[in-house]
């Protein structure tokens, strides 16, 4: 049985490429001339849905990253050519016109700019991820042939990038997914 090691050390002398981030924003359109209107439309409308239950917004984030196996002698091999793609698609209401109280208009903005702030926090999460990634990839030595090594080495990338998105899953749980941070309708505005 061929057994591989992945250790990490310190930093290699290659210098890892810089993290390339791509952030597209996706609308949904939800009606309402009054703020009950409005958040029906929005319950009604979100296409963000999971068994926690519909939110308004939402951040979805995939990572890729490429990097070259080298054999380095017949014991050992190593990653060159890092780089860590992160692309982030951020799913938010768009009011359509219509004729708003300057009250409610207000409320509008106030919102929808809170929202987008919070969504904009993950991207930055995924962001700091997909650095901490790239930073542990150059870090990275394998023992052992880079043919053995490379499927344990998609299975430890994988691992290692699901444990630093639980950051952004705290980031719902501490914010009650943006509530405090003001990406909630205020009822009582008319």
């Known amino acids: 049985m061929n057994r591989i090691w992945l250790w990490v050390l310190a930093p290699l002398a290659q210098a890892a490429q810089p993290v390339s981030s791509i952030v597209r924003e996706e609308h949904y359109v939800v009606y309402g001339q009054t703020i009950e209107d409005i958040q029906r439309s929005i319950s009604d409308r979100t296409p963000v849905r999971s068994p926690q239950g519909a939110f308004a917004g939402n951040t979805k984030t995939v990572y890729q990253t490429t990097y070259r196996l080298v054999d380095v002698s017949q014991t050992a091999c190593a990653l060159q050519n890092i780089a860590v793609k992160v692309e982030s698609v951020i799913t938010l209401p768009q009011l359509a016109p219509g004729n708003l109280s300057p009250a409610v208009a207000d409320e509008w903005r106030r ?13 930055e999460s995924a962001r700091e991820s997909a650095r901490e990634t790239q930073q542990w990839l150059a870090s990275m030595r394998i023992s052992g042939p880079c043919q053995v090594a490379r499927p344990q080495v998609r299975v430890a990338i994988e691992a290692y990038i699901l444990k630093l998105d639980e950051r952004d899953r705290q980031l719902d749980v501490i914010t009650d997914h943006g509530r405090s941070q003001g990406a909630q309708l205020d009822a009582r505005v008319r």
């Open 111 to 123: 919102y929808y700019t809170a929202l987008r702030a919070h969504e904009y926090l993950h991207v």
